[in-house]
């Protein structure tokens, strides 16, 4: 005890006698300041300050950050005598995710719950998803965050996976335009982003330790292209590491993905953390360029510690990383002594996301000008238990937590129509029962797995009858759950028995009175449609629109907003459609504990779990579909509109290694709307690599067009963006011949077809993420 006292004395004497005089961040250079950091400071810097509830979940600080903004994902390291303060790192894409509450405190510290990316994207409206991520980001900044860990942008390669609803889509140029929209806006703010999963996250089950099997050209063309683009366009403070192995390395200790891509080929200037217990080897790891370690705990800084003296981890390395995370806490709002006052305009976001929901719903159906709703129609048959419980976003990291939640119902009594009372109190007691029903176990994950839904209700035919006499018209809301830590199981992409039986039960009585009915989809990712889309009158797919969410439906059922929203994946008619349904882990289960799944060795056993090929290759979504001839429920790219719209004069221009498309765009129909002009591009065919029938290559959205008025749109594509990754020698390679630009309303609505000449071209890249052995990839 004398000897521990004596130590701490000693400490504290050596901190007084040459404290004033160490350097200070921001004042003396970086590398003076890392010079001044003993060994065990600079471990400490690349290790996070642990998460409550894990393992050794205080150890780092002692939980000392911890109350900073309670409820964040995490904090760095504090080292007060060099001048280096913590800053908060906290989740999530769809809006902050802090905690609400705090312990002896009556203020609340709600977030707005914005859409999810999956809408957002819906949009192709780049200028708007900026607008809603600097809405994010004051948010960040004034509840006195430093970085947002989004956005995310891993591709959709199937539509059970989890987390579809966090990205954007299967085509890696939207989800690289959109995440970069995304990171302008929040960072505007002067705070952080995080982009993430990096890379080849694309199925929750054992995402902690799954390896992807993929191609170099598939990982460039469609897995790696979205990143590409976001670094290039935007600048990212971070990029977050993904937990699974890509070809046999863990993301997160693989410096050919960490270093030679990222940093050498793509120019990024930030710092890589991981995902939260996200690796395995912290000192593999520092050498791969991964600067820290998230939430981090005790082992991760005893092996960082003794990596060095042992001679396994170069201190200049660890110097390194250590420099990139001061550059970065050099940025951040906390370290430039920011008072952020803990009250953003919450009322103005509200605002914001009301408006962008609405604008990234898409209309799938619209027979006999069902919607908008009449004028005379007044009074409403609101079906289906998503109604009344209307589900803002999907769960785990991605949730927000907010002060409400617009329900359908919600809506529509705050636009002045009329609902039926007796239907809704039956519905709130069959949900009441449902939710005791299935009430969670509880557990430490149990908050953030996906919430399961109510069965849904039936009636008979007289009930339906009477209420086709007293209400205009019937809405029906199918909802769709999904989240973190689980893929989502094949019965959620279909329509449930009772499902069906609803919709064609209200069908048949209401039209038999002359009554329409509107379905409204209030999902995450694509479900299956073709089975009973011919039904109804209409069908909306609202997504997942966050808090306001109710309100934004009803804004686009009456009128008040024209749907402009399209698709950003394939409505496949049923899922094993998809290429890669041959290697997802459909209804397959995994250890979901976070902290210990990637603490073995790595395992070879069980397909899609243990490791997924992905044998589909560059044939991802509607590359696939288009190229196979698939037949679709909607293609890549679908939306109506309550107007329409000619495309007229297209052109093409061709000058210094670019080519620029104009069209014009008319309004022909009787309400003003928003058309998404998208530019796919068919190259010629090449005896060296298989190419898809057409690729996206631009797009664009016209301003609000009135009835008879005209926008020219122009779209640009460089020369370079036409190219190809050969692997054989590691270059992205554009062959010579006539390519044909195509204008297009959707994947397969091709308005116009412009042909160009182009010259041969190659560009050499590293030689990077070689799969071990051979994989059989899907051939045209």
Request: proline share 4%; with cysteine.
């Amino acid at each position: 005890m004398k000897k521990q006292l004596f130590s701490m004395a000693l400490v504290a004497t050596t901190f007084m006698a040459c404290g004033p005089s160490a350097p200070q961040l921001g004042k003396a250079s970086l590398d003076d300041v890392i010079a001044a950091m003993t060994l065990e400071e600079k471990a400490h810097l690349v290790v996070g300050t642990g998460m409550e509830g894990f393992e050794n979940g205080d150890s780092a600080v002692v939980g000392e950050t911890r109350s900073l903004v309670p409820g964040a994902a995490g904090t760095t390291y504090p080292i007060p005598r060099l001048g280096i303060p913590a800053i908060v790192l906290a989740d999530g894409p769809a809006g902050l995710r802090i905690n609400p509450t705090r312990e002896g405190d009556t203020a609340t510290y709600y977030c707005t719950h914005f859409p999810i990316g999956t809408l957002l994207a819906s949009t192709w409206d780049q200028e708007l998803v900026e607008n809603v991520g600097k809405a994010i980001g004051n948010e960040v900044l004034e509840y006195g965050a430093d970085v947002l860990l989004a956005p995310a942008l891993n591709i959709q390669r199937h539509p059970l996976c989890g987390r579809n609803f966090e990205y954007y889509s299967e085509d890696p140029l939207v989800s690289g335009k959109i995440a970069a929209a995304y990171v302008r806006g929040v960072q505007s703010n002067g705070v952080g982003t995080s982009i993430k999963h990096f890379a080849v996250n694309n199925q929750e089950t054992n995402r902690m330790a799954n390896d992807a099997q993929v191609s170099p050209r598939a990982l460039r063309e469609i897995y790696l292209k979205g990143f590409e683009i976001t670094v290039k366009e935007s600048e990212p403070w971070t990029v977050m590491s993904s937990y699974n192995y890509v070809n046999g390395v863990y993301a997160s200790e693989n410096p050919e993905l960490q270093t030679t891509l990222l940093r050498d080929e793509w120019g990024f200037k930030g710092m890589v953390m991981t995902d939260w217990f996200g690796g395995k080897d912290a000192v593999e790891q520092m050498k791969a360029g991964n600067d820290m370690l998230q939430p981090g705990y005790d082992k991760q800084y005893q092996d960082i510690v003794a990596g060095v003296k042992d001679g396994k981890l170069e201190e200049a390395v660890l110097d390194r990383n250590v420099k990139r995370i001061l550059e970065l806490i050099l940025q951040t709002p906390r370290f430039k002594g920011y008072h952020f006052s803990n009250k953003p305009d919450l009322q103005a976001h509200a605002a914001v996301t009301r408006q962008s929901a609405a604008e990234g719903m898409v209309l799938l159906k619209n027979d006999n000008g069902a919607l908008p709703l009449p004028t005379d129609v007044k009074s409403v048959a609101l079906f289906g238990c998503t109604s009344y419980n209307f589900i803002a976003g999907g769960t785990g990291s991605g949730n927000v937590n907010r002060a409400y939640t617009v329900s359908l119902l919600d809506g529509l009594k705050n636009a002045g129509y009329k609902t039926d009372d007796k239907l809704k109190a039956d519905y709130e007691a069959h949900i009441a029962a449902e939710e005791e029903r299935l009430k969670p176990e509880g557990g430490k994950f149990s908050a953030f797995m996906p919430v399961v839904l109510p069965d849904e209700m039936t009636f008979d035919a007289a009930r339906l009858k009477e209420l086709a006499a007293q209400t205009d018209v019937a809405l029906i809301t199918i909802g769709r759950g999904s989240g973190e830590f689980l893929d989502r199981e094949s019965a959620n992409f279909y329509l449930s028995k009772e499902n069906l039986q609803l919709v064609q039960d209200v069908c048949r009585v209401f039209h038999a009175t002359g009554k329409k009915v509107v379905v409204v989809l209030n999902v995450g990712g694509a479900i299956e449609t073709v089975s009973w889309k011919a039904w109804p009158d209409a069908i909306l797919c609202a997504w997942q629109g966050g808090q306001e969410g109710g309100n934004s439906v009803v804004d686009v059922l009456s009128g008040k907003a024209s749907p402009s929203g399209k698709l950003t994946m394939t409505f496949p008619v049923k899922f094993e459609d998809h290429a890669s349904s041959t290697n997802f882990p459909i209804n397959l289960k995994s250890d979901i504990d976070i902290v210990n799944a990637n603490k073995g060795e790595k395992k070879h056993s069980v397909k899609d779990v243990d490791y997924t090929r992905y044998e589909e290759d560059i044939f991802v979504g509607y590359r696939y579909f288009d190229s196979f001839g698939k037949q679709v429920s909607y293609p890549f790219g679908y939306g109506l509109s309550y107007t329409t719209f000619e495309y007229a004069n297209p052109s093409i221009e061709a000058g210094n290694g670019t080519y620029t498309v104009a069209v014009d765009v008319k309004n022909t129909g009787k309400m003003a709307g928003k058309e998404v002009v998208q530019l796919y591009v068919a190259a010629p065919n090449s005896a060296q690599m298989d190419k898809p029938e057409k690729e996206l290559k631009a797009f664009a959205k016209t301003k609000t067009l009135e009835p008879g008025e005209t926008a020219t749109v122009t779209l640009t594509v460089n020369a370079a963006d036409l190219a190809s990754y050969d692997e054989a020698s590691s270059s992205w390679v554009v062959d010579a011949g006539t390519y044909k630009f195509l204008v297009g309303a959707s994947s397969r609505d091709i308005k116009a077809a412009l042909d160009a000449d182009v010259a041969a071209s190659a560009k050499k890249t590293n030689d990077i993420l070689k799969l071990q052995e051979s994989i059989v990839t899907l051939k045209r």
